[in-house]
């Protein structure tokens, strides 16, 4: 009889399982099942190159109709999927369709984390996960003048560039004591900080918000500290929240994410999770550890297909980020855990930089800003554990290319 196999989620790792299914050439049926109303496409842009008007709804599918047509996979849109009987190998959804498997593949994701404070429900304000919430933000955007950012993590300061370049007025509000701080070094922090400020943007960290007001409609954003910052429009991007209740609800092994092993199976040897909602083991982390990221969602949804084909590879790829704020790309390889010290390599006052944290002697992390060579560099140097010393970081005139292992 012909094997089925179902993804749930139709987001970038459940992409990737598909297509990489094929590739390793599984003829069995296949039946990706998504809630949102699209084909598979691409989250960065949303904040960037989307809500600039520089892409858009054409753009950001991962691949046209013709693709799923052509390697015969069925993609239901629409449809979420509420509830897993895993005696029974069946899924339910929301509308009450049933769907049959032999074999399941998670790629649920996350979502974007909410801030229960008054006025969170507001008109005008928005969080930024899905197609549908860019859309909503840039209609907001539309007739907004004053735009407030809460939170200075990736996505927050990525809509905050963007809308500086819509013209916008735009402060930025974080609580803790600097953007992006449990991402990148410090020394990052400091210069994103002064680079939003020369942009034009207002940036406000240790602060926090008591609540949002307005009448209906936001007007403004009231501080702990009594302040009031005008904002006819609000993003709220304070994180992300992993989507793992469907698999919880179905007994499967849960933490901070869906549980799986170095081959990506779940506690039922039947089931694989891949992407964002995946808690995995981890060398670069030093142990069990959940990313949000393009590159995990990519490698990992093909060790799933690997493993759905009953191949033994191991998921051991450097985590590595992007993020694209007016003209500077910050590009991070590795993970920052365990980082007591760093050496500055490159310009920063010519935008042109990278940071190398160590642990002890041992690069584990590298930021680079406009500097592409460092970062492929490094995730080659932190993938095969080659440390280079601060010394020889320090010295723009020393190479670092040569300690470089050789791929064979
Ligand atoms: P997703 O892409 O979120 O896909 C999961 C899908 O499953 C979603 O469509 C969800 O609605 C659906 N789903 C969930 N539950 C169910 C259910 N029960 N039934 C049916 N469907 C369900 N990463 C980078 O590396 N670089 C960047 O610059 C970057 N920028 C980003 C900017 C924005 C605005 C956002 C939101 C994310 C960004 N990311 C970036 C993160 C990156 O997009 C994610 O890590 C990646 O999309 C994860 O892929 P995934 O397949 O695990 O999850």
Known sequence: MTERIVIVGAGQAGYQIAASLRQEGFEGTLTMIGDEPFLPYQRPPLSKAYLM????????????????????????????????????RT???????????????????SRARALPIEGADLDGVVSLRNLDDAHRLKRI????????????????LEVAASSKALGKSVTVIEALDRLMGRAVAPATSAFFAEFHKSLGNTVLTSTAVARIGGNGRVSHVELSDGR??????????????????????AGLSCGNGIAVDDFTFTSDPLIVAAGDCTEHPNRFAGGRFRLESVQNATDQGRIAAKSLVGQRVAYDSVPWFWSDQADVK????????????????????????????FAGDRLV???????????????????????????????????LKPLMPRRG
Request: glycine fraction near 12%; hydrophobic fraction near 40%; aromatic fraction near 6%.
């Open 53 to 88: 008007g520089k892409a858009d709804e054409y753009s950001l599918p991962i691949r046209p109709e013709a693709f799923y047509e052509a390697n015969r996979v069925e993609v239901v849109r629409g449809e979420r999927v509420t509830g897993i009987d895993r005696q029974a």
């Open 91 to 109: 899924l339910v959804t929301a509308s009450g369709k049933s769907f049959a498997y032999d074999r399941l593949a998670l790629a649920t994701g």
């Open 141 to 156: 955007l539309d007739d907004a003048e004053t735009l407030a950012v809460i939170g200075g993590g990736f996505i927050g």
């Open 228 to 249: 009031r910052i005008e904002a006819d429009a609000v993003v709220i991007g304070v994180g992300a929240s992993v989507n793992m209740e469907l698999a919880a609800d």
């Open 330 to 357: 910050l590009q991070m390889a590795g993970l920052p855990m365990g980082a007591d010290n760093y050496v500055v390599r490159g310009d920063p006052a010519a935008k042109r930089f990278s940071v190398f944290h």
């Open 365 to 399: 992390c590298v930021d680079s800003m406009n500097r592409p060579g460092d970062h492929m560099l490094a995730r080659r140097l932190i993938e095969a554990g080659v440390s280079p010393t601060r010394e020889q970081v320090g010295d723009e005139g020393f190479d």
